[in-house]
């Protein structure tokens, strides 16, 4: 292969752009713009913040109580606001509590699980819908706060009758669960008052396919911090039957029909393959939950003769030590918004090789396309994992500026505090 830096793209290579957030730009009023387009979509600057929280009750409501990428987030900005800013936070999830419930617990913070059962028919649903809102009322919130499309749908449809100050729609998806021909969704957009997307494409599916007034509507990009790995490389690498001179590729993702691990999968056996002709070894993780389509995988592992190169582990809780044991991240995916588990590996400075759709596009930045393969095209995929596999120093250098995009693009703390001047400018109105 030729030298690394002619096929690293200019826009990512050191001192030539590596650090620029180039999914958007900012205009001179401080609004966030999609390349090549005039109209800003507001993100507020963090200038001049005016605190006017401070003792305001904030009510997150998320869609379960296990922990995802949009719960992730969520809980990052609740630790903010309760203690930079001084909120009063609660944190409410639908289904049985899980490991957000710790992390709650671990930072102080109330929260409650809210048991609704819907899908027993209109009147059971209608009901479900009056009890939610009756404690919604009971709780009196200023600001209610729902993540992902589920909890958004309903706090739209009750939070006027309800008692909340504001109700801020976070979008955390490309739109994939909204379907504009369906009312209830529609309703729900209309009676919403203000809008969060982490991505500029989600935003555009907001205003295109529900006409969401820009005004209404801010582009925030997730925040990645990880927290220090709590096992070194050469523990993990030993917890996966790894040696130092093996080639390993991780998958954070959980196993749901959201993500595409067949094709990470299919893919990797062309890798197994080629590296063995040169005597490496390359093994693939793969790290999530289990939300129904982990069986399979394992079944298709085992029909293509991988069960010594493919490793199945169930959501980690190290995921920092994890990714610092691997070599290069994998994403295989149909739909992104923000894609928690890319700015994660990238964080660590790891190259990372996955399904081209507009969420990864956007976090790799101009010129990641090179890193890209289409849906579900395993040999395409393959042939990028295999040219970071046979070249360290390309690995080492894509990884580099990874890793400073994300310090220079995805930090958290520009997430909280344009996220909390958003709630703030929707209080004054």
Sequence with gaps: MGDAPERIPASLQPGR?????????????????????????????????????????????????????????????????????????EVWGIGEPGRVAQMCDDSGIPWENIPLNFGAGVVRDF??????????????????????????????????FSGPGICVWNQRDSGVFLDPTRVVHRLAVKLTPFFVSNSTHAATFLMDRFRVDRQRLAVIPNGVRLELPRND???????????????????????????DHGTAVRAWRRVVGQLAACNRRALLVLAGRDDGTAHSISLLIRELGLGGDVRILDAVDDVPGLLAACDMGVHCSEHEGCPNAVLEEMAVGLPVVASDNSGVRMVLGEGGEVFLAPYRDSEGLAQRILEFAMDGHYRAKVGKNNKQRILDC???EAMCSHATRFIENAFKG
């Design 410 to 412: 995805y930090s958290v």
């Design 233 to 259: 490389r050469i523990s993990w690498r030993d917890r996966l039957g790894a040696g130092e001179g093996d080639f390993v590729g991780c998958m954070v993702a959980n196993f749901s029909q959201l993500k």
């Design 17 to 89: 752009g590596a650090g620029d957030c180039s999914f958007t730009r900012l205009s001179n009023r401080g609004n966030l713009q999609q390349e090549g387009n005039d109209s800003p979509l507001p993100l507020y600057s963090t200038t001049e913040l005016i605190v006017m929280l401070a003792g305001k009750k904030i009510i997150f409501l998320l869609g379960n109580m296990e922990l995802g990428g949009a719960e992730r987030q969520a809980m990052l900005l609740a630790r903010h606001l309760q203690e930079r800013e001084h909120a009063r936070i």
């Design 127 to 160: 009901i479900e819908v009056v009890r939610f809102s009756r404690r919604l009322r009971e709780a009196a919130p200023d600001v209610l706060l729902p993540y992902t499309w589920f909890p958004n749908v309903l706090c739209g449809l009750v939070w006027r």
